[in-house]
């Protein structure tokens, strides 16, 4: 089982990024899915996170990202994406991907709700 996140790299603020996270060992559409990021100094907190594993999508979006951040999955690639819009120095961190296997809505954001993570990979966004 694992996840392996990529895309990260530095960029100049008002700019796009996009990461993936591929899946291998478990399919990912069975599963919830979140992006966390940590920023030095800082906890781990969730970015975008989905759940349809009963067939109906819930999302969540950090209020921080809302309106620049778009969650997709690719269930045939068994990937996962996070396009980043219109970046800001503040959302300079290290994202992680991760996937849960019994999710609640309600917990959805947080980490420990999930059972598998990447390894990371590090965003800079230049001011």
């Known amino acids: 089982v694992q996840l392996q996140a990529s895309g990260g790299g530095l960029v100049q603020a008002g700019k796009s990024l996009s990461l993936s996270c591929v899946a291998s060992g478990f399919t990912l559409d069975y599963h919830a899915f979140g992006w966390f990021r940590q920023a030095p100094g800082k906890e781990r907190e969730a970015v975008s996170c989905?759940?349809?594993?009963?067939?109906?999508?819930?999302?969540f979006y950090a209020d921080s990202v809302k309106g620049r951040f778009t969650l997709s999955r690719d269930n045939a690639k068994n990937t996962a994406f996070l396009q980043m819009d219109n970046l800001k120095p503040e959302d300079t961190a290290v994202y992680y991907c991760?996937?849960?296997?019994?999710?609640?809505?309600?917990?959805?954001?947080?980490?420990?709700?999930?059972?598998?993570w990447g390894q990371g990979t590090l965003v800079t966004v230049s001011s």
């Open positions: 989905i759940d349809d594993s009963d067939g109906y999508s819930q999302y």
């Open positions: 991760a996937a849960g296997s019994s999710v609640i809505y309600s917990m959805l954001n947080s980490r420990s709700s999930y059972d598998y």
